[in-house]
């Protein structure tokens, strides 16, 4: 096989070596490799919008380890930067390959190869890879988008902004159910990012907050999919909605922990920190 290149791979992990991966020969030690490739097909399923394991459960089956092999051809040592390549190679009828690329800038440190065989999880007995799941492998290895958001309203796409807010809000950061629902809902531009399977990830909405002013609100994704690009999609899609209904600045309330994410998509901060709904806020604000 000619020699694997950092552009070989459409999706590239990065990480940095910790001192408790090194060895007394000042070296990761061999088997770290295989929890740095674990790791980053973790994220590989983030990259295809695909929340695991709830994306596989509805067909029926699960993901197992047939073979991991790995070829060490140089060793990464502490604080190294490297970068693990993952790639589909192969969907076979029950099994898909992944091919494996770990570098230091442009130096390739390890090559290798992981196969899952998709099966019953109760039984443990294969199953062909469902046809969806198959399609989605392909297309994003083919440069094509994982995501598509959808704008409109309430009675369009109140159901599954229902579903996700109530995850996020609700369910993990415990607001009450009172505190989540107004009537503004039924009048906002609502946005809905789906993945391939159809499956809600994200969502938000846009209401005028003053002549000329939107306020974007609502903003939720999926705990397994953030940082994958979906809360950034949803994002986009309101602001270009915003712009398209003549507003030239647009004003969020943003949670304090999520101020960076807002920050990289041009909001900037506005006045003090403040309480909402027992939430440490900032309001941001970024010109259209």
Partial sequence: MTQLKRNNFRFLYRLRV?????DAQKIVFNGHYLTYVDTAI????????LPYPEALEQFGGDLFVKKATIEYHAPARYDDQLEIGIRCERVGTSSMTFRIGIFRQDELL????VVYVYADPKVHKSMPVPP?????LTAYEQGQSMVHVKVGGWDELGEDARLVRTEVFIQEQRIPEE???DDADRSCVHAVAYNRFGMPLATGRLLEHVPGVAKIGRMAARRTLRGGGVGRAVLEALMQAARAGGYHEAVLHAQTSAAGFYARAGFVPRGPEFDEVGIPHVEMVKTL
């Fill in 110 to 113: 390890i090559t290798g190869e």
């Fill in 179 to 181: 505190m989540e629902w």
């Fill in 18 to 22: 910790r001192w408790a991966e090194v």
């Fill in 132 to 136: 969806e799941l198959r399609e989605v």
């Fill in 42 to 49: 973790t994220d590989y399923w983030r990259a295809l919008a």
